[in-house]
């Protein structure tokens, strides 16, 4: 069974959908990747799921139970099953506080362990994130990019929760910093049997860390398979389109980017995108059904556990 799950979720935001009907699930122990432009609505998704941000519409559950928004012993109850690690460490830790300060505020506030034990309990979640004992007594200011977000992800993880967000986690961070915290999330979400949501535009990563993947555009899900099942055999254009503009360290006239290649900028979200494929204008393979008939998310005949919202799904080329 899922542990979180989104069913029609959509947030308005005055004339803008943000997220549009979203229905999708994360299991236990399970990392679902979220990629998408910037501008798409993934981390307006990400944050309704952990309880930031409420849903215009729509429905979220958490281990088989409804969550109430207006709930107040329910929300404070969520607020440790689940937890998020933001884009930018620095804007997300107060610079006022030392970090010994940072880490143990959760702790305090949910009571995780005893007063006494606190400060040991801050060490042994530094540690555990590859940080020294000894910075406790420091600022944020005082580190560096990489260091300061294992510092966010220490403070995430204090409360033991059974489901993160990872929004963005590695796009400030330099390429050899990256790695080490993805395979800090891994580590984590191995350890502790956590669902995971890692939002990014970084297909390597998603590739690394994800065992299924969801494709996001204009507020709504697009694409959703299993990791090797969507970048081996993509079944929308837009999908293919974001695998063919990764840079390849070869190109051949063989491995060319096909005419999928995305060349506009993705159109501004509004309330209604009509009756038809939100991504016709942009797509080479559109034809008149598309901008007559909105396709709906289903599942692809030869691809078990692959799903795609377009009308071509079966006939796409793949020339990844």
């Known amino acids: 069974m899922a542990l979180v799950e989104a069913r029609g979720v959509s ?29 798409c609505g993934k981390t307006t998704l990400g944050r309704c799921l952990v309880g930031l941000t409420t849903p215009s519409s729509g429905e979220i559950y958490f281990d088989g139970n409804q969550v109430a928004p207006d709930d107040p012993g329910q929300r404070r109850r969520l607020c440790r099953e689940r937890q998020i690690v933001f ?25 995780i362990v005893p007063p006494s034990e606190r400060h040991a309990e801050v060490v042994r ?59 800090l999330l891994s580590e984590a979400q191995r350890d502790r049997q956590l669902a995971m949501l890692f939002i990014t535009h970084d297909l390597g990563a998603v590739r690394h860390i994800s065992s299924r993947v969801a494709v996001m555009y204009l507020g709504a899900i697009i694409e959703e398979s299993p990791t090797e099942g969507l970048f081996t055999s993509p079944r929308h254009p837009y999908t293919l389109a974001l695998l063919n ?24 979200l509004v309330p209604t995108l009509g009756l038809g494929c ?43």
């Open 245 to 268: 503009a990764v840079p390849q360290p070869r190109v051949t006239q063989a491995s060319r980017p096909s005419p999928s290649t995305l060349a506009d900028e993705m159109p501004a």
């Open 125 to 183: 979640l530094l540690t555990s994130v590859g940080l020294s004992a000894d910075i406790t007594n420091h600022y944020p200011h005082e580190f560096s990019g990489g260091q300061r977000q294992r510092i966010g992800i220490a403070r995430a993880l204090a409360v033991r929760p059974r489901f993160l967000v990872a929004d963005e986690p590695v796009s400030a961070l330099d390429v050899s910093i990256r790695a080490q915290i993805l395979n």
């Open 11 to 39: 947030k308005l935001y005055s004339l803008v959908r943000a997220v549009d009907k979203v229905t999708l699930s994360v299991g236990t122990g399970e990392t679902l990747g979220l990629v998408g432009e910037s501008g």
């Open 87 to 111: 884009q930018d460490p620095y804007a997300s830790l107060d610079p006022r506080w030392r970090i010994e300060d940072i880490v143990e505020e959760p702790l305090r506030v949910h009571n």
């Open 278 to 320: 939100r991504f016709r204008a942009r797509c080479a393979f559109a034809q008149k059904i598309c901008a007559e008939s909105q396709p709906p998310l289903t599942e692809v005949d030869d691809l078990p556990g692959h799903k795609s919202a377009c009308h071509f799904a079966q006939q796409l080329p793949v020339t990844v």
